[in-house]
C-alpha cells in the first residue's frame, strides 16, 4: 500500500469509526466506467480532461398532457426496466414511464395540476414534488406512500413563481436507493414574468435539462451502492439524463442549462473547462431578480441552478466539475470527495448558429422577506443522523407553525463534514451566513442549502396557507442516506389556536382518506 492510501485509510477511519478496506486504485489512472472493485475507495476521483463524449445528450421527454381547461393532467408510473450505459453492458435501472429517470413535466403558475400515478414497482414508494408549494396531502413524502400496484392522484394549484423544480421518491427510508436505481425527473414551471423574458426557453433546442448522478458500476455492469464514505455514495462515473460520456450540440448564441444535483451525496462545483464566464439566472425556487455573472456554481444534492452560456460558432467547451468547497478542514476534504474533479458535458457549437439576445438586465422582482415581520425563530442543529437530538419519527410532530406567519430557522451542522437542509412547502431566503449577507448565489429563492460545518445558516420564510394539524411537511438533510438513515423531521401547519398534540396516527395510502382524493376535482 503506497503512503497515500495509508493517509486515506487512516483519515476514513479517524472520520467516520468505520473500517473500510481499500483495493489498490490510483489518483487519475481509472478508465471512466472500469468495474470497481468491492470495497474500493478511491482518491482524489477525477475523470476531468479523461471523458471522450462519445454519447449525444439524452434529453428527458416532456410528459404529455391532457389539458381541460385550466387542468392538466399527467400519468406517471414507476417502474423497473434495462438501460446501456457503459459499451456492452447493460443495467437493471428504474425510471417513470421509461427505464430510467422521468419524463419532464411542465406547467404555468395558476394552472391546476392532476398527476395518476401507478407504482409497478414490487415495493412501496412515493412521489415527493421538490420545491413545490401545495398542501401536505399532495407532498408526496413518507405519510403518502404507494404500495405496489397501487395508484395515487394528487392535485394542487400551481401557486409560485416560475421555476426548474423536480420530483423523486420520497418513501420512509428507501429514498437513497430508489433515486439512485434512476427514479427522477423535472418539473418546470412557467409564469407570466418568465414568458415575457428573452431567455432561451425552447426545451431541448436551447434549453437543456442537466441532471448530474454519480453512479458505481459493478464488474456485471449494474448499479451498486455499497460502501459509502460519510457522507454517502461518492460514485466515480459521472451520468447527465442517464447518458454516460454525453456531448450537446448548441445551435443558438446562448444555451440555458438547467441543472439539478441529483446525486445522493455528491457535491459538484460546476465550471467551464476554459474559465468562461456563464450568468446565472435562476436557483431552486425561481429567477433572480438580476443575472449574476461568474464563473462557478456549487450544487449539493438536490439544489438547482439555471445558467445561461454564450456560444460561438465551431467552438467547444466542457461543463466541469471542479474541487468543491466544503467549508471543512484540509485533513477531511478528500474523505467526502473535496478534491474530485469530473468531466460533465461537453458543449460543441454548430457552424451556423441561431443568434439569440443577451441576457435580460433584469429578471423577476424579488421581494426581500423581512426579518422584523419573523414571529419567531427555531434553531436546528443537525448532527450524526440527528436533528436536534433526535431521528425522524413519523408520528412525532417537531414544529408547529402557524399559518400566516414569518419564521427564522437557524440552521447549523454540528459536524465537520457535510450536511445540507431542505424545507418542504415553502422557498426560503438566506438571511445570513454566519452575520454575513448570502453571496450573490444564495440570495434567491431556495429550498435546499449546503451547510459548512460549524457555520450559522439563517434562514427566512412564511407559510402563506395551506393548514392540516395531522398531516406533517418533512426538512431534512437531502444526502439521501442521512435522510434515510433519520435526519429529518416534520412540521405541521395550523389555523391560529389549533392544538397539536405533538404525536400523529401512522398515515399511509392504505389509509384510503389521506392518499385519494374523495374530493378530487371533476376530470372530463
Ligand atoms: Cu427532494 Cu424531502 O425531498
Ligand atoms: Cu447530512
Ligand atoms: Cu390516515
Not at 169 to 193: K, M, N, R, S
Not at 214 to 229: H, I, M, P, T, W
Not at 395 to 418: C, H, K
Amino acid at each position: 500500500m503506497n503512503q497515500q492510501l495509508s493517509r486515506r485509510t487512516f483519515l476514513l477511519g479517524a472520520a467516520t469509526g468505520l473500517v473500510i478496506t481499500l483495493a489498490g486504485c490510483g489518483s487519475t489512472a481509472r478508465t471512466p466506467g472500469d468495474p470497481v472493485a468491492s470495497g474500493d475507495v478511491q482518491f482524489e476521483a477525477s475523470s476531468a480532461g479523461a471523458v471522450d463524449f462519445r454519447n449525444p445528450l439524452v434529453i428527458p421527454p416532456l410528459a404529455p398532457a391532457t389539458v381541460h381547461g385550466n387542468q392538466r393532467s399527467f400519468t406517471l408510473v414507476a417502474q423497473t426496466g434495462v438501460s446501456h450505459f457503459l459499451p456492452g453492458q447493460s443495467t437493471s435501472t428504474w425510471g417513470y414511464n421509461g427505464a430510467l429517470l422521468g419524463p419532464t413535466l411542465r406547467a404555468h403558475r395558476g394552472e391546476e395540476v392532476i398527476v395518476n400515478f401507478r407504482n409497478d414497482l414490487d415495493e412501496t414508494t412515493s412521489v415527493h414534488w421538490h420545491g413545490m408549494h401545495l398542501p401536505a396531502a399532495m407532498d408526496g413524502g413518507p405519510h403518502q406512500s404507494v404500495g405496489p400496484g397501487q395508484t395515487w392522484q394528487p392535485y394542487w394549484t400551481i401557486a409560485q413563481p416560475a421555476a426548474t423544480l423536480w420530483y423523486h421518491p420520497h418513501p420512509h427510508g428507501a429514498t437513497e436507493q430508489q433515486v439512485y436505481q434512476g427514479l427522477a425527473g423535472l418539473f418546470l414551471i412557467d409564469d407570466t414574468i418568465s414568458d415575457g423574458l428573452a431567455l432561451p426557453n425552447r426545451y431541448g433546442v436551447d434549453d437543456i435539462l442537466v441532471i448530474v448522478q454519480d453512479k458505481v458500476f459493478n464488474r456485471a455492469g449494474e448499479l451498486r451502492l455499497g460502501e459509502r464514505a460519510e457522507t454517502g455514495l461518492l460514485g466515480e462515473t459521472i451520468l447527465v439524463n442517464g447518458t454516460y460520456a454525453p456531448y450537446f450540440t448548441v445551435t443558438t448564441t446562448q444555451v440555458r442549462l438547467r441543472i439539478l444535483n441529483g446525486s445522493t451525496a455528491r457535491i459538484y462545483h460546476f465550471g467551464f473547462s476554459d474559465e468562461r464566464a456563464f450568468d446565472l439566472i435562476a436557483t431552486d425556487g425561481g429567477l433572480l431578480a438580476a443575472p449574476h455573472r461568474t464563473t462557478r456554481i456549487q450544487l449539493s444534492p438536490g439544489e438547482r441552478a439555471e445558467i445561461v452560456v454564450a456560444m460561438a460558432p465551431n467552438t467547444v467547451t466542457t461543463l466541469r466539475s471542479f474541487a468543491p468547497d466544503l467549508g471543512t478542514v484540509l485533513e477531511l476534504v478528500n474523505a467526502y470527495g473535496g478534491q474530485d474533479r469530473f468531466d460533465i458535458l461537453q458543449l460543441r457549437a454548430a457552424a451556423q448558429l441561431q443568434a439569440a439576445p443577451d441576457v435580460p438586465m433584469t429578471l423577476a422582482p424579488l421581494a426581500s422577506l423581512d426579518a422584523r415581520a419573523a414571529t419567531r425563530t427555531r434553531t436546528f442543529r443537525l448532527d450524526g443522523r440527528q436533528i436536534n437530538d433526535q431521528r425522524m419519527d413519523m408520528r412525532r410532530i417537531d414544529a408547529v407553525v402557524t399559518v400566516g406567519s414569518t419564521e427564522i430557522w437557524d440552521v447549523f451542522n454540528q459536524n465537520l463534514y457535510p450536511h445540507n437542509f431542505h424545507i418542504h412547502d415553502v422557498q426560503f431566503q438566506i438571511l445570513d451566513i454566519d452575520a454575513s449577507a448570502p453571496p450573490p448565489e444564495l440570495a434567491g429563492w431556495k429550498d435546499t442549502v449546503y451547510l459548512r460545518p460549524r457555520t450559522h445558516y439563517r434562514l427566512i420564510m412564511r407559510f402563506a396557507d395551506y393548514t392540516t394539524a395531522d398531516l406533517p411537511y418533512m426538512y431534512h438533510c437531502h444526502l439521501l442516506w442521512h435522510e434515510d438513515n433519520g435526519m429529518m423531521g416534520q412540521f405541521v401547519v395550523v389555523e391560529p389556536g389549533t392544538a397539536q398534540t405533538g404525536e400523529l396516527a401512522t398515515h399511509s395510502c392504505q389509509d384510503r382518506h389521506v392518499c385519494r382524493t374523495d374530493a378530487a376535482p371533476m376530470q372530463h
